[in-house]
């Protein structure tokens, strides 16, 4: 059975950092390539980071030099560091594992940035 399951959510202050964590069991990790989402209230789920199975990342231009994404391939898992967190970034966080044609997604993590 597949399971994805984000981690480290939480509430900061403006300025402040997060780490969260999304581990995947069931699949051959190394495989999949790895995306980070947000979805803000009464917004769509929007592309924060993604990272192949290469370790290529790239990222939604509003959260470049603030996040990184990287991957340990030896735990299954996948990172979303957040640096210098802004109101803005407020949403719950969900981690989605691909190889074509599987599609896995968590369940979702709340990242609220407020003062």
């Known amino acids: 059975q597949v399971q994805v399951v984000e981690s480290g959510g939480g509430m900061v202050q403006p300025g402040g950092s997060l780490r969260l964590s999304c581990a995947a069991s069931?699949?051959?990790?190394?495989?999949?390539?790895m995306y980070w989402y947000y979805q803000a209230p009464g917004k769509q789920r929007e592309l924060v980071a993604s990272i192949t199975t290469g370790g290529n990342s790239n990222y939604k231009d509003s959260v470049k030099d603030r996040f990184t994404i990287s991957r340990d391939n030896a735990k299954n898992t996948v990172y979303l560091q957040m640096n210098n967190l802004k109101p803005e970034d407020t949403a719950v966080y969900y981690c989605n594992a691909r190889f074509h044609p599987n599609n896995y997604w968590g369940q979702g993590t709340q990242v609220t940035v407020s003062s």
């Open positions: 069931g699949i051959t990790f190394r495989m999949y390539t």
